[in-house]
């Protein structure tokens, strides 16, 4: 039952596959095959349902990321209702709140993790688990050949893993 509740709240969207011109369809412009895309899904949720991760390297990806997200390093885009205005002529911004205890050990481990995983491992990590880049934008954002992402990505995955001693 709980499945197919979580089947039902997906947000699934179909997308084109991306293609040569020579393979579309004559006379139709689009092209011919099509995917089904779960847009709520993470890219290490994709990869570890199509059997590119391990568990291992999927829970330590999942760790690294709730670790990010404790310590507030996550982009701010709402505005601060804290304080009003002082008056008509001094327009002062509220001052920025203190972290707490929590956010500052989540950075220290984040900061750890990521000194453990290593700076040529560090940057294809960031993006996949934290900025939630999917595999191509991450490739060709850091230059990389097309496919050498995965592997790059296992590999940090592992370092992670061993960084938080899972099994």
């Not at 982009?75 to 009003?84: A, G, K």
Request: positive net charge; aromatic residues 4%.
């Amino acid at each position: 039952m709980a499945g197919a509740k979580a089947r039902k709240n997906r947000l699934l969207v179909e997308r084109p596959l991306r293609e040569e011109p020579k393979r579309l369809r004559p006379g139709r412009g689009r092209a011919a095959r099509s995917v089904t895309v779960n847009l709520a899904e993470s890219p290490l949720g994709w990869l570890l349902n199509r059997g590119h991760l391990s568990l291992r390297q999927f829970a330590a990806g999942e760790q690294l990321r709730l670790d990010w997200e404790r310590a507030a390093l996550p982009p701010v885009v709402t505005m601060q209702w804290d304080s009003p205005p002082l008056g008509r002529t001094a327009r002062l911004a509220p001052e920025e709140a203190a972290p707490t205890m929590r956010q500052l050990a989540a950075r220290r481990r984040f900061e750890a993790a990521t000194r453990a995983v290593g700076p040529g491992l560090r940057d294809i990590a960031w993006r996949i688990v934290c900025a939630g880049e999917g595999m191509r934008d991450a490739e060709t954002a850091l230059g990389w050949p097309a496919r050498a992402g995965k592997l790059v990505l296992c590999m940090a995955l592992d370092r992670l893993a061993d960084h938080y001693r899972m099994r």
